[in-house]
């Protein structure tokens, strides 16, 4: 066989049908509903409490810190209130013993303390303004709402949310440890130390990075209909939608738990990743199975491991190596030289990262794929340089396109089945009679998604593949990049979040 019919059938491993896909399409749509019932479900669907989206005519100056593993970032959004924003932001690494601190507040008081420089340093005037009116009123009167900073914090920990600014620490992960934090809400946390250094701030709303980006795409996007879903497709992959607030039953039992109701609905965080985390209809190639059992968490984020940015390079490595590994086959060896040996030499540099897990990076396969020079000139040299691949031929070249094609083209049908749901779901692939604002808006972020050539296309060509969708369906989807997400997002947070009160 040649190197490149081998190719050819390993790539064919990572077909991904139109029938499984609709399969795909028809298990998330039911482990949705699960989730909306209940807790333990593969589909986690957490409340996030936030029950309105923006619609960019939204004004005001608010504020927006993010905790997320090794630094804190301070913003500040001043929303013009035409689709368009200006944001200010300072970033600090977390000094490692306050990671690992005695007591919270050692931790809270440096966030806190972080704050009151970023607000010296850029909006001294409001500062001094709010000093003065308090110095005047000569005591620790509360201060009229259209005072306050409105605050949206930003947590990447998981916690129990049982309002928009209400939420325990369930455990740090990402090298924090403070036992004092655990059980406790993380917001009044911050709010203490910020009352305690007496800052013009109410901490209005605990953000979700995924409701983020919904939000800032929802305020940005052009149009009078919000955006239906917010997705990320970067080192992991998650969405949050826009839900019914009649359809997530479990809410009712969910103890505590406050939020307001005249919209009549909530944006409701998927965890997407753990999609059919029993795999059930997921697509499984061997690369697949081996990558997830000697991964860290085998068995879990079964639907992040064959979509997101961690996990592709891992399993092109992982494919590459099976070619390579076989007798007789031809990748990367000098065909010159092995003609009269049982094998064949090959050109892999020893210490190739081609031996390392995790040796690959996602970005690698953007490079290939978006090669299209005759000779694949650029992925010959970045075989070389990555993966210390000695004189590597254009028949190599081309064997390592065939994969990496057919590893990103499942990632983005994988990645359809879970947009495709969730606009079935809500009933949003119904027309709505036509005309400009007859589209369902979806907010991306993430390298994948933004660095990936051709992945829009590719989640738009399985969209017409699903037939509640279709041709007609799909150029009624408009997806855009949610540029700052994060920042943008958690201030519209905290925006409507003060608005609800
Ligand atoms: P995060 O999700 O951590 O906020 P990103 O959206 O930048 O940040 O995603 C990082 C992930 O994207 C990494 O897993 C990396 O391998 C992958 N990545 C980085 N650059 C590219 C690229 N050009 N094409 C595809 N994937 C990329």
């Known amino acids: 066989m040649s190197l490149l019919e081998e190719a050819i059938q390993v790539a064919a491993e990572f077909e991904y049908p139109a029938e499984e896909l609709n399969k795909g399409v028809e298990a998330f749509i039911s ?38 593993g090794t630094n804190f970032r301070v913003c500040s959004i001043q929303l013009h209130g035409n689709t368009t924003f200006s944001l200010t932001q300072s970033k600090v690494a977390i000094p490692r013993e306050l990671m690992v601190a005695k007591t919270s507040r050692e931790l809270f008081g440096f966030l806190a303390k972080q704050i009151e420089n970023f607000l010296k340093t850029h909006h001294d005037e409001h500062y001094q303004a709010h000093l003065e009116r308090r110095n005047s009123m000569n005591s620790h009167v509360a201060l009229a709402d259209a005072e306050m900073f409105q605050l949206g914090f930003t947590f990447s920990f998981p916690v129990n949310q049982i309002g928009i600014n209400r939420g325990t620490l369930l455990r740090w992960t990402k090298g924090f440890d403070i036992n004092d934090t655990v059980g406790k809400d993380v917001c009044k946390l911050l709010q203490a130390e910020i009352d305690a250094l007496h800052l013009p701030i109410h901490v209005a709303a605990l953000v979700n990075d995924t409701v983020g980006t919904l939000m800032a795409r929802s305020y940005t996007s052009p149009g009078k209909t919000g955006t239906l879903l917010g997705a990320i497709f970067g080192t992991g992959t998650n969405g949050a939608y826009v839900e019914k607030l009649s359809k997530i039953t479990k809410l009712e039992s969910m103890k505590g738990s406050d939020y307001n109701k005249s919209t009549g609905e909530m944006i409701v965080n998927t965890e997407w990743g753990s999609f059919d985390n029993h795999m059930t209809v997921l697509p499984d190639t061997p690369y697949d199975s081996d990558l997830d059992k000697e991964s860290v968490n085998p068995g879990i984020q079964m639907f992040e491991k064959r979509v997101s940015g961690m996990f592709l390079g891992e399993i092109l490595r992982r494919a590459m190596l099976a070619l390579t590994q076989n007798p007789k086959s031809k990748l990367f060896s000098d065909e010159q030289s092995g003609k009269n040996e049982l094998h064949s030499t090959t050109n892999i540099a020893e210490d190739s990262a081609l031996y390392k897990q995790w040796g690959l990076d996602t970005a690698f396969l953007s490079i290939v794929a978006a090669d299209s020079t005759p000779d694949l000139r650029v992925i010959r040299q970045t075989l070389a340089r990555d993966l210390g691949v000695d004189a590597a031929s254009t028949e190599d070249a081309e064997a390592v396109k065939l994969l990496v094609n057919a590893i990103g083209k499942r990632s983005a049908r994988l990645s ?15 027309s709505g009679g036509g005309g400009e604002d007859d589209v369902v808006d979806i907010g991306v972020d993430g390298s994948l998604v933004e660095f990936y050539p051709g992945f829009e296309g590719m989640i738009r060509e399985a969209f017409r593949e699903v037939p509640e969708i279709g041709e007609a369906g799909e150029k009624r989807i408009r997806i855009g990049i949610a540029k700052d997400g994060s920042g943008v997002g958690a201030a519209l947070i905290a925006l409507v979040a003060a608005q609800a009160e």
């Open 31 to 68: 482990q949705m509903h699960s989730g909306l019932q209940e807790t333990g479900t593969t589909l986690s669907q957490i409340p996030t409490y936030v029950t309105a989206v923006p619609n960019g005519t939204e004004k005001g100056l608010y504020l927006a810190v993010d905790l997320g």
């Open 416 to 430: 359809a089945v879970a947009m495709a749901a969730i606009v079935i779901a809500t009933g949003n692939h119904v």
